[in-house]
């Protein structure tokens, strides 16, 4: 599974329009075995979700997105996983942990369910 999270410094940001980067991790049946740091080249939202598009995100993390920004990551398959914050490796260990919960409007790339995925992330996709 592939894990992003938009940074400002080494924090988790409070919007993705204005993050500095992104940093992507891998994830191996709940262990991250990859961790890259990819800075914005461009600013605002459309280059941040051209940018997790492009690196074939499965899960953002964020602090508090704008609705407009919900609505957006919701159409392109993103899994959007709010409530983040603090240091970005802290916000991955605490996904990965089930300590912060999926957006109630999700609907899992892997197998369309709501809130939850009901089958684990490691399963081939469709």
Not at 63 to 89: H, K, M, Q, Y
Request: charged share 25%.
């Amino acid at each position: 599974m592939r894990i992003a999270v938009p940074m400002t410094g080494k924090d988790v940001a409070a919007s993705l329009g204005a993050c500095e980067a992104f940093r992507f991790y891998e994830d191996d049946h709940g262990h991250v075995v990859r961790t890259t740091d990819v800075p914005m080249e461009e600013t605002g939202f459309d280059a941040a979700l051209a940018l997790l598009e492009r690196r074939g995100v499965d899960v953002l993390l964020c602090a508090e997105p704008a609705e407009e920004e919900r609505r957006s990551l919701a159409s392109s398959g993103v899994l959007l996983s709010t409530g983040a914050s603090g240091g970005a490796d802290e916000a991955v260990r605490a996904y990965l942990g089930q300590a912060i919960a999926c957006d109630p409007s999700n609907t899992c790339n892997y197998c369309g369910f709501k809130d939850t995925c009901a089958i684990p992330h490691d399963a081939p996709r469709s």
